[in-house]
Nanobody
Framework: QVQLVESGGGLVQPGGSLRLSCTAS????????MGWYRQTPGADRALVAV???????MYADSVKGRFTSSRDNTKNTLSLQMNSLRPEDTAVYYCNAYIEVGGRATEFWGQGTQVTVSS
């Protein structure tokens, strides 16, 4: 089994920055894609950014130019640098990964970390 452990959430003022990190508990599996989703009460989880296995990165339109995601395949870590934060970025942020387990791509989720943007 693989666990995704997130860190870095918290409270920040509008216009501020936060950096989230996600680390996979094992490095003997092939991680295909890694990404970030966020969820607010009553809403579905929404994609924030995904880093594909070929290195390409896709961002939600709402975060383009403000958020940057990067992946270190040697350490099985994923980060999300969030700048120019807005109150509407307030959400629980989840790390997501598709990992090859037993020849199949299996989806894993982190436990979530709260990001609150408020003055």
């Amino acid at each position: 089994q693989v666990q995704l452990v997130e860190s870095g959430g918290g409270l920040v003022q509008p216009g501020g920055s936060l950096r989230l990190s996600c680390t996979a508990s094992r490095n003997d599996f092939n991680i295909i894609n890694m990404g970030w989703y966020r969820q607010t009460p009553g809403a579905d989880r929404a994609l924030v950014a995904v880093v594909f296995s070929d290195g390409k990165i896709m961002y939600a339109d709402s975060v383009k130019g403000r958020f940057t995601s990067s992946r270190d395949n040697t350490k099985n870590t994923l980060s999300l640098q969030m700048n120019s934060l807005r109150p509407e970025d307030t959400a629980v942020y989840y790390c997501n990964a598709y990992i090859e387990v037993g020849g199949r791509a299996t989806e894993f989720w982190g436990q979530g970390t709260q990001v609150t943007v408020s003055s």
